[in-house]
């Protein structure tokens, strides 16, 4: 019996994830639209309330206006409620209201939640989102009392708590959406509240797997594969890319050349951990040399890890690629990782999702270059899309000036870049059968 075009589509997981983030998206933009939004009353536009909307959901960060500045309080309610929503992912929110309706998880949810969370067994779900949820809101709220003690001598008690909130959430999710108009540029120095939202970026770009095993395990001998790969890869991303911009950036004197070492070293630290997943940053990026905004570009490229808040084409696909390249190098007949032989299927996912994602940004990146007339120069345009591509948000200042055309083409960069256009194409062009046959060798000269 032939299926409908509904069951085919309840059948299909990644597009209907696809699905679920672009109602939520939709839903923010009528609600950001609307004039009780803006502090002006007036109403911002179908456009721009859609990009924000979409960064918002996808937690990127990128604005088309100031957060602090343009946005009423009803505004940046909804802008910091789709971020919690796409942080924690549709599905887990959903999933959570249905636990507590007293709602039975049925099977086509729990396909949903697994290929969200990407996880690799049906098993457990119910529990696990349950985990995500509390793990989250655990670390939110710890983030919030911490900065409380330093926004609340600041600002007062009541708009000192909002801030702890909006920030903790905000960061933690991984979404770089401030309040203070210029990020975090006025407290460089702060070693406390850059150490605080370092902190929350890190832990919700590790992965929800990642907690659950290192709190199973407790040992590193006893992690799995997965767990000691993020953590592995993440320190030498962190450690190269602090190293990186002290020596790139170390004597330009509009950045951080006239700081001490202490502020030098703050701030590199904190653009290194931030620039991989979120949209803060504690010093002006228009002034970075060329060579330190291409180190960015890279390592926001790479992103975080998967089921986390986080984008790019996550560590572990980097990690993979890596080690894969050392043992080929090395003359290993398979490529392994502490130990493990990595299997081929994992290496030629790794290698379709790399050049996907490669393919993607360039294509974007042309196609703006091409509609803003080369209004920008092409190192911004590039930034911008991998930064939209890669859900991090930070710019150099280019995103207001875009054209409608260009912010609508960036907001369908940020949505597959939170969705995985790899997971999309899967999606889309999976056949119903895999096919059994077996080809004959040929041999190919690379290199």
Known sequence: ??????????????????????????????????????????????????????????????????????????????????????????????????ILLRKKIGLKQRLLIKEQLNYDSLKGLVRLVKSVVLISFLIELTGAI???????????FGKGISY??????SAFCNAGFDLFGNSLESYYFDTFLNLIIMSLVIMGGLGFTVYLDIYKKRHWKNFNLHTKLVIITTVILLLVGTILFLLIENWNPDTIGNMSFKNKLLVASFQSTIVRTAGFNSIPTAPLRDATIFLLTILMFIGGSPAST???????????????TIS??????????LKKTIPVYTILKALAITFICMLLVILVAFGVQVIEKEQFDFIDVLFETVSAFATVGITRGITADLSNLSKIILALTMFL???????????????????????????????
């Open 310 to 324: 986080a984008g790019g084409i996550k560590t572990t696909t980097f990690g993979v690629l890596l080690f894969s």
């Open 417 to 447: 870049g939170r969705i995985g256009p790899t997971t999309l194409a899967v999606a889309i062009l999976r056949k119903k059968k895999i096919s059994n046959i077996k080809y004959s060798e040929g041999n190919i000269i690379v290199g």
């Open 164 to 169: 702890s909130l909006f920030h903790s959430i």
């Open 1 to 98: 019996m032939k299926k409908s075009k509904l069951e085919k589509l309840i059948e299909n997981p990644p597009l209907l994830l696809g699905i679920s983030f672009i109602t939520i998206i939709l839903i923010g933009t009528l609600l950001l639209n609307l004039p009780l939004a803006s502090k002006s009353g007036e109403s911002i536009g179908f456009i721009n309330a859609f990009f924000t909307a979409t960064s918002a959901t996808c937690v990127t960060g990128l604005i088309v206006v100031n957060t602090a500045m343009y946005w009423s309080t009803f505004g940046k309610i909804v802008i910091i409620s789709l971020i919690q929503i796409g942080g924690l992912g549709t599905m887990v929110i959903f999933t959570m209201i249905a």
């Open 328 to 337: 080929t190098l090395k003359g290993e007949k398979d490529a392994v990782v």
């Open 146 to 156: 911490l900065l409380s003690f330093k926004f609340i001598p600041m600002f007062g």
